[in-house]
């Protein structure tokens, strides 16, 4: 059996159908596919791809299958469906997400199409495994699609160790071990044992750390908003969505840096926005916090022509609220499956934490910063 | 300058009166005193001792005091009571805390006897150095004091990662880089700067979350306990107290197998007494959790006549209600300094989840552990 | 003073001159310049780039010039040449440096114009830096330009920890903690001090190991050979050598693709040719070790014409012997400065080791490799 | 099935026999001896145990085990020997294993009468795994006893990862993962499979570089020397030998200060002789190099009587000459299996290498230094 080193898990033993995947050319795509797309403006360590993620995220499956008793068959396909679970992501993973979304009605994790418009599926049918049943695992159904993707997935476990490890930030530094050791199915769901909250705040708190001091970074956020307002303007301008999906990140940059110069080339150089307006929930009307991403854009264009500058150079960003997916973890406590948001005090204390940390933004360039906060207090009816 | 090698924070440069205090008796007596005592038992590879741990805070210390911009006299002060901060301690160090204060009346951090006594007044004072000063830092008094002991200290700062380094458990990562960069002295009290209310609370998350799984784990307390009822047998049997605060771990180790050989044994060779009561604090009643040591030795004795066992048989183990220190660290928030307590959601969140981790505990021979637990119920007054 | 987090030597502060540096667009560059370039192919972890790696050797060179004493304005033009030494790389670093120096007649480390046509010049000459004395540092001249290039400089200290880091190889892992501490300038050379004959030789040891496993891996080279003659047909396709110089990785990758699209998309997604030959130095006549590349090319048709097969599709690759030239550095041996080689007996056997491992090279597509094979050992006459 | 957390390896999980046979006195008194005894001296993190690495070692025998195919009761025996396999160490592990030998003719892997005087056969049996077998493995007997000790035994591996971790030196940074892939089983001996020449010489490397560096840095030696003369004193004290060896580090620590308190005190605070001699190969007759450990005690007499000081103050230290054992590591090269020593050029250069690093050494307290450096000369016949 072949291994890849990994900087992470060490050696990662490759079982027949991984190795066959691992050649396809939709495979070897997330090579370009960084995994902190815009992070690394912040950290620049953290320059880490997809690739190796979903390796990370294979590796732990089969470690929680093994945990679990699971073999066969049955853990053939999850531990497909965990390398492939990233496939679907277009460039620049999540910050593209929203755009794809907007414009094809899917999301990265539908990747049923996928598989069979690629080598994928027939790969997988040589081995004897269902692309449906892979593409239902990626999307967690399913108790075995739990591993895949929910509160207690893989996923989550490889990413945080991860991105801690390539960003050099302490805080997502999980025991990964105890966790894949501790799962359990119980009635189709999966959860810890007993004696497990702690384990499963431990993975919360991480999370809510990573996300204020990498994931929300104030720098990372204005670059993906850039990055943002860049990708629906490339659409604009005549790129297919079925292409643009399709891209890597170095597709992307270049197709910006030709169709869209003026932000391309500042993302590409980091020369960015700044904040006209930051400003947390306390001070924004609900009104605000309720824009979809249309909305943005024509309060962006309002602002722009109130303070009188290029429609272009104004990105108003308004972050979704945090949902902290893991207070809904499963955990046994005292014999009884319970969520984690009933067992844990942690879980309203975080989320009021998190939503102290929901900041408003409203970029522009420097030379533009007082004229748009002017205008975009007018327009969003932000106090003084 | 020399240097030594450490396992955490790689090459530490001594100072020359680092290099003549490591050379004192008094300070080589901490290679014998371990930093975790009975944790090891629970963590195999946790046998640091304080005498890396003090190299640590020292190197710590050195760093903060740049970011503070403290030079000279002030500077070589701090440093020393960093180094010394520990050379107070009794053997099996915070384990044997509180048997020492009953029979003195001191703490291990009242350390100016203990200079004079040695010779590391003299060679403070060789240093121009007065060892009241130090003394007092240790103390930590005046604001400079604080760096060495209060909320935002370096002696946290090193446990955490050094205890995390060697348990293996990757909780106490914390990033004590940024921790040290951002501290500033404000009105005589030691601060974080502004932005780094996160930075206090992941300082606070790691304290709790290496509480719940390393520093409070059961069997760790639970040979703590045996460990302290041992050693007041040991000062009932004549060993002066004088003589016993200043043995190191071999010592005591030794001492305890020759004078009171059933728990010294059982210690040595973690053949340790079994949970007979294990109880949360909602089961608990109020009295029981204000129990002195003298009360818990009394408690003891009325439950092993109960339960008709030898009354050395039967240990009650009544912990402190948690305190979390760390929840009065200062933070500039919005120009403001303000207590994390009031500037953060998590700390109230914390106590309650440290409380519901609160446990009494009574232990004895796994052959009696029944007898015990039946009669302990009587005795505390526990619900069936 | 402002700081970066890095993977490798964690906080990482700026002084004004790097803070001002950083913004420019020509180091902003860097990021999109992997450090690894083709070795990414076989060791997925591995995506660093020469921007994290310019800050290591920046933060190192600080640390050396504090260790050899050298303070103010000679100590910061130091740190600007280390911070920039890199800035000169064209597209995939080392791979295209021989393409560029044929096309140019310069290589990377000449960055004397570079700084002029860029704002690089203009940042330092803001700060009292002289540009060309920058240059000058960086081509390793006078006794601190060893610092930046020599057998003892900065640059290899950082890249042997930081590939090691992030390809999850151990060999790397020196103590540059140490080699730094033990710098010295010793008539005008940079020297380790007395009792380093080890820590000298651990540099080279690690540099060895790496170059086996890591630098030199049969996938890497593959693929780099690949890389080289794509970049050849680029440049003879009508790509002006002056913009393909300054492209980053991301516009190489693209214009590849478009240009030379056989290997532009094999390269990008994996699809390696396979060794037709991979003969060891002992069966491979002198005049093949000392083919230029322009004879490598002329081979390479000559095997493909012979094997009827198309002359894109044979690519011949013949290695540098190595030339170690950590072996050169210098160490106090008893008072007197001495040539590792001279004190070392592993100087001798790591270069035999070394030249046992090389390898001569030809690649093709699997379908052609044994008819390639078989016309190779004709053309280059190699017995069989 | 159990698992215990550890620094190195991170979770290693127990099976039934692991279990039991760590919970009898004869492994728990593993907690109670350092792995790396005086070294800690020079390396203040280093004071990780025998219990920990014999856990370490079990760990890999697992693997290596798995990687050969071999299950069932031959594995079990193999994986309780790598267990056991330092349970026959005295106080203080190597340092006292040649007075142990002088005094009982055996040595710390020759465990059978062990295993039957202590309850480990007992539990052994109780598994059906016969102790004797246990013992022969222990010694390296048969090619699965190759795995517990033999020149690519799993004891090694641990050992230079973990003394690597707690010294915080990175020169013992194997690649252990790929050396236990690697193993094969060839006509009943253990090899590496083809392609790894450099993996055996990395392991090679690794025990020179931490041989110069840790093992037998000055420090430690002077140190070990004069613990092995005060154990020597305490044996002609009258402490008797089968006492002695299964004494833990605190009871010889206490036994020492009580009955040799010269030394012992001195040990303990780490007051330690310096060196009067301290010369190379080269300057040494070869008479002196072959001394027997008697001759040793005796020559420190004589120069002790000519330098009119105590007797006891004066300690010769003859180190054999370095064996390189790991030189002899079998590696299939071309289908052939051949020794390593045969197969790299660095085998030899190592050894001389190693041989240029040797020293004679004479110890003395301080004031004597000088007078016994003197007589050294004249009795050793030493140039001047």
Chains 1, 2, 3, 4 share one sequence.
Not at 180 to 187: A, H, K, T
Not at 313 to 328: I, N
Not at 356 to 378: I, K, T
Request: glycine share 8%.
């Amino acid at each position: 059996m072949n291994a890849i080193k990994d900087s992470v898990h060490d050696w990662i033993p490759l079982d027949p159908v991984a190795a066959d995947l691992l050649d396809t050319e939709a495979f070897q795509r997330l090579r370009h596919i960084k995994q902190l797309s815009t992070v690394r403006l912040v950290y620049p360590s953290a320059s880490h791809t997809r690739f190796e993620h979903s390796l990370g995220v294979y590796h732990l499956a089969g470690q929680a299958l093994e945990s679990l008793g699971v073999e066969g068959a049955r853990a053939r396909a999850v531990r497909a469906a965990a390398l492939l679970h990233d496939v679907g992501h277009g460039p620049y993973g999540h910050q593209t997400e929203e755009v794809i979304r907007r414009h094809t009605g899917t999301d990265h994790d539908e990747i049923g199409d996928l598989l069979y418009e690629t080598e994928l599926a027939g790969v997988l049918e040589r081995h004897d495994i269902d692309p449906d049943r892979v593409a239902a695992l990626v999307r967690g159904e399913g108790d075995l699609g739990q591993v895949v993707s929910g509160e207690l997935d893989v996923d989550r476990m490889d990413y945080l160790v991860r991105d801690a490890h390539h960003t050099g930030v302490p805080y997502g530094t999980i025991d990964h071990g105890r966790l894949v050791r501790e799962l359990r199915s119980r009635d189709g769901r999966l959860v810890l044992a007993e004696g497990n909250v702690q384990t499963a705040e431990s993975l919360l708190l991480a999370r809510a750390l990573m996300d204020g001091v990498v994931y929300r970074h104030h720098v990372s956020r204005i670059a993906g908003a850039m990055l943002e307002r860049a990708c629906e303007r490339l659409l604009d301008a005549g790129t297919p969505v079925a292409e643009f999906r399709r891209m890597a990140d170095h597709d992307l940059l270049v197709a910006l840096r030709e169709e869209v110069p003026d932000l391309g080339a500042r993302i590409e150089r980091r020369d960015l926005y700044k904040r006209a307006v930051w400003t947390g929930l306390d001070r924004v009307p609900d009104a605000v916090t309720e824009l979809s991403r249309e909305d943005e854009r024509r309060a962006a264009r309002d602002i722009a022509d109130e303070a009188d500058v290029d429609r272009e150079r104004v990105v108003v960003d308004v972050p979704s609220l945090p949902k902290l997916k893991e207070s809904r973890t499963r955990v046994v406590v005292n014999g009884v499956v319970r969520r984690l948001e009933g067992a844990s005090e942690l879980v309203g204390a975080l989320r009021a934490t998190r939503r102290a940390q929901w900041r408003l933004g409203v970029y522009a360039p420097a030379a533009e910063q007082d004229a748009v906060a002017e205008a975009a207090r007018d327009v969003l009816g932000l106090p003084r």
